[in-house]
């Protein structure tokens, strides 16, 4: 079976404001509108998730709040602490203990780990930019399989906003 990675990079955030930490960084306009385009970019090209793992900050789940609306069904959601200032192993261990059998996963984190996922796993070097999403593709019976060797997952496309 083949399974689809999206890695999305939460859009365009605010700098901090004096006493606001990076984690309450909330998307500035221009990101609202990036994040809308992206949600239809996504639909558009036929990536519709069976499940959406995302990180816990304020931007990441503003850029989801953008996506899901264009989206025809009530995806599956998963907001973890996890997936922020995280490292690759921790978003292969995401993808796998809670992707199960899904066959389109769509994981919106940050960079750096973004950009170190897809080089460790597809061998491919990109910049990911803010609203940015990674295809990845591999034909693996799980997820677990499909993530046992660095440079298992082809890189099939990068949707930019």
Known sequence: MTRR??????A??????PGMSDHERP???KGVDDAS???????????EPDIVLCSDSTRTLETWAQIKERFDKDTPFIKSAKLYEASVSAYRNMI???GENAKTILL????????QFVATFSKERTEVKPADTVVLEVKASDW??????A?????AEIIRC
């Open 27 to 29: 998307l500035e306009e």
């Open 5 to 10: 990675l999206l890695l999305m990079r939460h």
């Open 12 to 17: 365009k955030s605010t700098p901090a404001k």
């Open 96 to 98: 796998i203990s809670k």
């Open 144 to 149: 677990e399989a499909a993530l046992d060797m």
């Open 37 to 47: 385009a992206a949600g239809k970019k996504l639909h558009k090209h036929g990536y």
């Open 108 to 115: 919106i984190g940050h960079n750096p780990t973004i950009e």
């Open 151 to 155: 440079g298992s997952l082809k890189l």
